[in-house]
């Protein structure tokens, strides 16, 4: 069977305290801490979601970087395809310092529920009103084969029209996310080249 | 489109080292649940089923190997290495494999546990169980809640249809731990008696403990007997919350829906049902309205929890091996701990073991994140 070619549709970046879009910086922060930066980049990006604060950086980090790309996106039946190195383990700790010491025993279901990397895919789902497809991978590093190999599966097999694609890492204060959309029209022809080129490159 | 089965399979559990001996306590309605007090995981008696470590630790060492590994690896290397020495296949670089796990190794989080925090990482496990077997791809660890076991199979057919593989060995696991335990009890969502699922006076789940394997393929030449086609799979998000099911049973509805259009086959195709039924009562409940608006209220349905316990992200993939062996024996297996329907809407709940003839089953499976995954089987001799 032949399949059209996909294209990736646009793609964002979030590193060093700034949200690129398509390459180019929409937003910058002057302080470096995640904390702040979160913060003012949730008001800048104008995203009106106040649960947002209730999140885990995991979650809020899915959320900035996925919000230049679904915020005017007409389409529903779009898939959600992350994936990262540390799984959730910045949560997990926090919850496993809570259940250590017998005599300060404070499990907080708040915390525990974040201990899942797919529950940023419901945070997405949730603000973007996403009915959709959602796996969340673990990979030693950025897996663009896998990636390209799974999203094109979805378009080809009709689970989606379009797939929201990544990486989303954070784990002891480093954070990461490089989302791309994959559609049937865009600025680049979908291949496993052009994702690592601008994973590395924004 | 070419088919693309489920074969070779193994469960490591409370019940034994493999598929068989956990089937036929089933089909006496034997559960592996019990009651025990271990302060290292929760100071109250917990309700739990695991592989005995004396009989793990004693098969393990028939794998000859020296190097030290976690409860959690010792339980998916020893499945795997079941269902490989089963199907006999040499490892190419057409061969995937995919781990489905919700936590992996946390325990080592935990300060008196000898390993280093290290092997918390995801891929840290995935290299030790390639390397261990000599896959030549990276294994594919999927993190995606209580869907992962189905959601791994779903992504193991898309990979092959695909042209990424030929053949994946799926394998799932999670451990009984302080991480977990201490979590659902602070959520108050355990049970400390073996658990209900669909049942009036249903108190909440238990959580258990698997190692489970499949082949997924689509070479013939590879089948068992209890083997199956994969017609039909989608998984889809309720967008609704994170913690609490959908009061509609919107995402459950809309994947069992896409799977059945897939599959090409009508609700009343479908010869039984595998639920999630984890017997918290909103968990049931969503289901049981999900299910209706599906057109499958009257379908033959059951939980394997009542066995089993929750085994995360083993579940989904532990109980379509299950669902497997019921067909293959043409069999509806009991929902183990259910004699009063305690949902709003009509379900036909399996009360005894019966033989039937059947050809098809369902099995679904919902968790946090709002996520929900239906996939349809076909016995793969028809």
Known sequence: MMHASHHIQSYCHVRNGSVLLNGKTIFESAASDWKTFSKTAYRQLDMDHSKFFKMDTLSKLAMIASEPLLRSEPEKNIALVLSNRASSLDTDRKHQKSIEDPELFYPSPAVFVYTLPNICLGEISIKHRLFSENSFFVFDTFNADILYDYATGLLNGNSAEKVLCGWVDNDNEKYGAFLYVVAKNGIFTHSKKRINQLYRTP | ?382
């Open chain 2, 1 to 382: 489109m070419s088919a693309i089965y489920l074969s070779h399979n193994n469960i490591v559990s409370g019940y034994g080292l493999d598929s068989a001996v956990a089937v036929e306590n089933i089909r006496a309605e034997k559960t592996a649940l019990k009651v025990v007090s271990d302060n290292n995981i929760l100071p109250v008696p917990i309700c739990t089923s695991r592989p005995d470590t004396g009989i793990l630790n004693d098969a393990f060492e028939g794998l000859r190997t020296k190097a030290a590994h976690t409860r959690l690896e010792q339980l998916l290397l020893l499945s795997i290495s079941k269902t490989l020495h089963a199907a006999q296949l040499p490892i190419t670089k057409k061969v995937g494999l995919i781990i489905s796990t919700t936590k992996g190794n946390i325990d080592v989080l935990e300060p008196q546990n000898p390993f280093s925090e290290k092997r918390a990482y995801l891929g840290a496990l995935g290299y030790k169980i390639k390397t261990f077997f000599g896959f030549q791809n990276d294994a594919i660890v999927l993190s995606n809640a209580c869907v992962s076991g189905v959601l791994a199979i779903a992504v193991a057919k898309r990979l092959i249809l695909q042209g990424t593989y030929d053949h994946v060995v799926v394998a799932g696991g999670d451990l009984v731990t302080k991480f977990i335990l201490s979590g659902f009890h602070a959520f108050q969502a355990l049970s400390n008696a073996p658990c209900r699922p669909y049942d009036k006076y249903r108190t909440g789940i238990n959580i258990g403990e698997v190692g489970a394997s499949v082949l997924v393929t689509k070479d013939t030449a590879l089948l068992t007997e209890e083997a199956v086609t994969v017609l039909g799979e989608a998984s889809c998000n309720d967008a609704n919350h994170i913690s609490g099911p959908s009061r509609t049973g919107e995402g459950l509805y809309r994947s069992i829906r896409s799977a059945l259009d897939q599959s090409g086959l009508r609700p009343e195709e479908i010869d039984s049902i595998s639920a999630h039924g984890t017997a918290t009562p909103f968990n049931d409940e969503m289901e049981a309205i999900a299910f209706n608006r599906a057109a499958l209220g009257e379908t033959p349905l059951n939980s394997l929890k009542g066995y089993f316990g929750h085994t995360l992200g083993a579940s989904g993939l532990l109980e379509t091996i299950v669902g497997m062996h019921a067909l293959a024996q043409n069999t509806l297996f009991a929902s183990k701990g259910f004699q009063e329907l305690g949902v709003s809407q009509p379900l036909h709940i399996i009360t005894e073991t019966v033989k039937r003839p059947m050809r098809t089953f369902l099995k679904t499976a919902s968790g946090f994140g709002g996520c929900n995954t239906a996939a349809v089987f076909q016995k793969a001799d028809q």
